[in-house]
């Protein structure tokens, strides 16, 4: 699945759920714990170190030896930033470290605390080729509550994957990075008709596209299903997941062109502020990547947002 992974860390309780949860994900190597301290005006010590610097490096150790993590390099990251982004910088180092995910608590502490569902995962996706996971300390979990067993246990115990049928298609990525014994749920929402004739058309069409890829990607896996709703995209895929219980959402970042490019509009960001369970953004899979998968011939693009 994914084997190195970079996990944002700014000591709250979302950001340290973010690492017990890496937990649930099999095959993983290595993980590393960023920390950026962000200061205009970095404070050297007589020794002419940085003391915010060489306190975050401090606890930052401290909760990497807390971690006992058998068989998972664990390693440690302090950043220093006077200005700038910090989705830059996470960037940087993802890029720096080889990682190939991105998983971040949805709430932050401090500078990011506004910053952690909108325009900072935004840039991390734009600019970075790692695909993002954002997980959220359920409500009933805080500080002094009773240290969580397995968190994230049931991560892929029901898997919605969102698509609109684009290329390179969210579905066979899904397919063939997700654990193969996850049960999928292919879902397309229509957005648009000029009429109810039009809208059972295109729902029709839909379907039939659904249930063709949900073909395409079922051998040597388990159970896929498809599933379609009319309706706002956003609202659909929140409302369904909750109903069916879905343990993880998944969405694809469109990109240069899309996660920032309508962040207020458009139905990935949308998911990603609503959704009370996690969200795996993927990101497009690069020319000539296996994941990539033409339009059926003879089939026209489906109307309707999933993004």
């Known amino acids: 699945m994914y084997e190195n992974v970079l996990v944002?860390?700014?000591?709250?309780?979302?950001s340290r759920y973010a690492v017990e949860c890496l937990r649930a994900l099999p095959g993983i190597g290595r993980v590393v714990l960023l920390h950026v301290v962000y200061s205009r005006r970095l404070n050297p010590s007589a020794t002419g170190s940085d003391t915010a610097t060489d306190y975050a490096r401090l606890r930052i150790e401290?909760?990497?030896?807390?971690?006992?993590?058998e068989d998972v390099q664990v390693r440690t990251r302090v950043e220093q930033v006077r200005g700038g982004s910090f989705a830059d910088v996470v960037n940087r180092v993802a890029a720096e470290e080889g990682t190939s995910l991105v998983a971040m608590g949805?709430?932050?502490r401090g500078a990011i605390e506004t910053l952690i569902v909108g325009s900072f995962a935004a840039e991390i996706l734009r600019n970075g080729r790692q695909d993002v996971l954002l997980v959220h300390l359920p409500a009933d979990r805080g500080t002094r509550a009773p240290k969580l067993s397995s968190p994230c246990s049931g991560l892929f115990s029901s898997v919605l994957v969102c698509t609109d049928f684009s290329?390179?298609?969210?579905a066979v990525a899904s397919a063939a990075t997700l654990p193969r014994e996850a049960p999928l749920t292919l879902f397309y929402t229509v957005e648009t008709g000029e009429s109810l004739e039009e809208v059972r058309e295109i729902s029709n069409a839909a379907r039939a596209r659904l249930e063709e890829l949900a073909r395409t990607i079922s051998p040597g896996r388990g159970p896929v299903h498809a599933s379609l709703r009319v309706g706002d995209a956003a609202e659909e895929i929140v409302f369904f997941a909750q109903e069916k219980g879905v343990s993880l959402i998944v969405v694809k970042s469109r990109g240069d062109r899309g996660f920032i490019h309508a962040l207020l509009g458009s139905t990935s960001a949308a998911v990603v502020r609503m959704a009370d369970r996690p969200v795996l953004v993927m990101k497009p899979s690069e020319p000539g990547n296996p994941f990539v998968e033409p339009p059926p011939a003879g089939t026209e693009e489906g109307r309707g947002t999933v993004r």
Do not use: C, H, I, T
């Not at 944002?8 to 979302?14: C, G, I, K, L, V």
């Not at 401290?62 to 993590?69: G, I, M, T, V």
């Not at 290329?167 to 969210?170: D, R, S």
């Open 106 to 108: 949805r709430r932050g």
């Open 62 to 69: 401290e909760f990497r030896a807390s971690l006992k993590w």
């Open 8 to 14: 944002p860390f700014d000591f709250s309780d979302d």
């Open 167 to 170: 290329a390179p298609e969210v």
